[in-house]
């Protein structure tokens, strides 16, 4: 008997705990994970994000695919706080995981779950840092996996997939073709899509970043700025302050603030409550982000509401400056779609959003090995 089960966002219809299922029957939505009862998986011995005691879909320890993620440094960002005239400004350096990106949050949980339910083979679709992440713990995990990326996709990100030993799909046209390409193949095969954008266990994995932060940081930030493409790190962290708002951990949840670019920007649209449709050929440095159909964009912006929190669409000359910025001050190579954040801070500190005495936190979520500017 499983602890968990699969609840509709929207109308709230029950689902069997299943890693098939990624849409409500009722209405088409997606789903979220519900727990039924305790977590029944030791602490004893994993280290990392398994180690932080956040309730878990995961029956077994001998499940958990593990790559030793999560537990990732808040560092004080003065240089850069000073400039924008911030008392405090931390970035948690989420490009230390062992993939590159804060993808692995969501990965290892995933990956275990689908070990755990005797998976045989995955498809997954990725502009690069999940495919990356999702092809090493597949690999970790030994069910063979098929990730289906843009061509356009960073080269670096390619080869790692490819590295890992995933079948790499290379498909033309913008993010979302290669989307529908991974849907056709997994129906045409039979696969488990083990979409990071669709799985509610994704989300439990990048729910451990609010965990985490609750503990590395006193008092909390008040404002938290993040690169938001789909929404995994921004749902799942606010799910993991809900949940430790309800265990009585914290107080208030801090403010979550989406970061899109301008060119690709419908959860930024939709929080202005406007229109917005993708501009044929529009392209964004920030790739991580460049994405027009969100399948969890009423959910994000539940996210951004409930929590006080805005959301903002910045140029990419802004995402370039504060790659090099963070870069050439504080020693960071985020890649630009990291940086995004940093832009998204001065926008909102310029708008007033942010006061400049509230403590603010970004993301650091990817390698900038990855995804470089040409020298
Ligand atoms: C480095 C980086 N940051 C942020 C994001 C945005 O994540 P999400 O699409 O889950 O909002 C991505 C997604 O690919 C990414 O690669
Ligand atoms: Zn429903």
Redesign the pocket.
């Known amino acids: 008997m499983s602890h968990t089960q699969l609840r509709c966002i929207e109308c709230g219809a029950p689902h069997q705990a299943d890693v098939h299922t990624l849409f409500c029957r009722q209405c088409g939505s997606p789903l979220a994970v519900e727990y039924l009862g305790v977590n029944l998986l030791p602490r004893v011995g994993l280290g990392g994000l398994w180690g932080l005691g956040a309730p878990s879909p995961v029956h077994h320890p001998n499940s958990v695919v593990s790559l030793g993620e999560g537990a990732t440094p808040v560092a004080p960002l003065a240089t850069l706080g000073k400039r924008l005239g911030l008392d405090a400004l931390f970035g948690k350096l989420e490009y230390q995981s062992p993939t590159g990106?804060?993808?692995d949050r969501g990965s290892t949980v995933l990956m275990s779950v689908l070990r755990e339910m005797g998976v045989a083979e995955i498809a997954e679709d990725?502009?690069?840092?999940?495919g990356a992440s999702i092809a090493a713990y597949a690999t970790r995990a030994g069910i063979p996996a098929h990730v289906f990326a843009p061509a356009s996709a960073p080269l670096a990100k390619l080869q790692q997939i490819h590295l890992y030993g995933a079948h790499v799909h290379l498909i033309e046209g913008p993010r979302e073709v290669a989307t529908q390409a991974a849907v056709d193949y997994v129906a045409q095969r039979g696969l488990v899509y083990a979409s990071?954008?669709l799985s509610p266990y994704f989300l439990e994995g990048t729910k451990t970043f609010a965990y985490e932060v609750a503990g590395q940081c006193r008092p909390l930030p008040q404002h938290i700025v993040i690169?938001?493409?789909?929404?995994?790190?921004?749902i799942g962290v606010w799910r993991g302050f809900l949940e430790l708002r309800a265990q009585g951990r914290i107080g208030e949840v801090p403010r979550l603030h989406a970061i899109q670019a301008e060119a690709v920007r419908p959860i930024a649209s939709a929080y202005e409550g406007k229109a917005w449709r993708p501009q044929p050929g529009a392209r964004t440095v920030a790739g991580?982000?460049s994405?027009a159909q969100p399948p969890r964009l009423r959910q994000a912006l539940h996210a951004i509401r409930e929590t006080g929190g805005t959301s903002v669409a910045v140029p990419d000359e802004a995402i370039v400056r504060w790659q090099m910025a963070l870069a050439r001050e504080e020693g960071i190579y985020a890649?630009p779609?990291?940086a995004a954040a940093f832009a998204g801070v001065e926008m909102l500190v310029q708008q007033g959003v942010i006061a400049v005495d509230e403590p603010v936190l970004a993301p650091i979520?990817?390698m900038g090995l990855k995804d470089s500017p040409p020298p």
């Open positions: 990106s804060f993808k990725s502009s690069g840092n999940a990071h954008n690169p938001v493409g789909n929404g995994s790190l921004l991580g982000i994405v890649e779609t990291s979520t990817g």
